[in-house]
């Protein structure tokens, strides 16, 4: 196992477009967590599941960002209607219950055109 | 509310020399903590939390609860260990961690 992986690593859309990431957590972890990150900030937390469970969603994410896990295994982040103020890195990382150590992908870059 | 301070963006510091860098935080109850650490062209990974008392890579970090900090130290800095550094709490067994806005460590030759 590789660790968390981030599919696209960049991408570069035009504003009101719709974009999607997909994230595969490492293969154990029952719990995943999408963070976004601009520069000069450190991550901010959006949404986690345990397991295909959404348990907490962040006030950062507006009802433009929609998180799923369909079966407990990988998840998929999608923004519709793309703004500029979205441009980011989207972070995925992955945990055990047990424990609060986390994993992190290597992010996916979004610049909105 | 759950507020993680690192109030030094960027920290200069001679290779050999001693090390600090600051973390603040605010949170009601006993918060777990965490140190993470990004090398360049590198992904973020977790250096130490505060419940392990471990050492790695020769850093150490104490929680002063008084004081609310958990500040990261070495004794003797490395070119190796230039780096941006996170802090991060998060309430015990829950999902959402929260983190600061990170320091970049530079250690020069």
């Known amino acids: 196992d590789t660790g968390v992986s981030q599919d696209p690593r960049h991408k570069i859309t035009k504003r009101g477009q719709n974009v999607t990431f997909r994230c595969d957590p490492i293969?154990?972890?029952?719990?995943l967590y999408w963070y976004r990150q601009t520069l000069g900030q450190g991550p901010e937390f959006l949404t986690y599941f345990q397991n295909e469970a959404q348990l907490e969603k962040s006030r950062l994410l507006s009802d433009r960002f929609s998180a799923e896990r369909p079966k407990g295994s990988f998840s998929t982040l999608e923004i519709q209607r793309t703004e500029q103020g979205d441009s980011a890195m989207y972070l995925c990382a992955s945990s055990l219950v047990t424990g609060n150590t986390i994993y992190f992908g290597e992010g996916s870059w979004l610049t909105v055109v | 509310a759950q507020r993680v301070t690192q109030p030094e963006k960027l920290l200069s510091v001679f290779k050999g020399a001693p090390v600090e860098l600051k973390c603040n935080y605010s949170?009601?109850?006993?918060?777990?903590l965490f140190w993470y650490v990004q090398y360049s062209r590198q992904r973020l990974q977790l250096l130490l939390r505060?419940?392990s008392r471990e050492s790695i890579k020769g850093f150490t970090a104490d929680l002063n609860k008084g004081e609310t900090s958990f500040h990261l130290k070495k004794p003797f800095a490395q070119e190796e260990d230039s780096a941006m550094y996170y802090c991060?709490?998060?309430?015990?067994?829950?999902?959402?961690?929260?983190f600061g806005d990170g320091t970049t460590l530079t250690v020069k030759p």
């Open positions: 949170y009601s109850g006993s918060p777990e």
């Open positions: 293969s154990e972890h029952n719990r």
């Open positions: 505060h419940i």
């Open positions: 991060a709490l998060s309430a015990p067994n829950a999902g959402k961690s929260t």
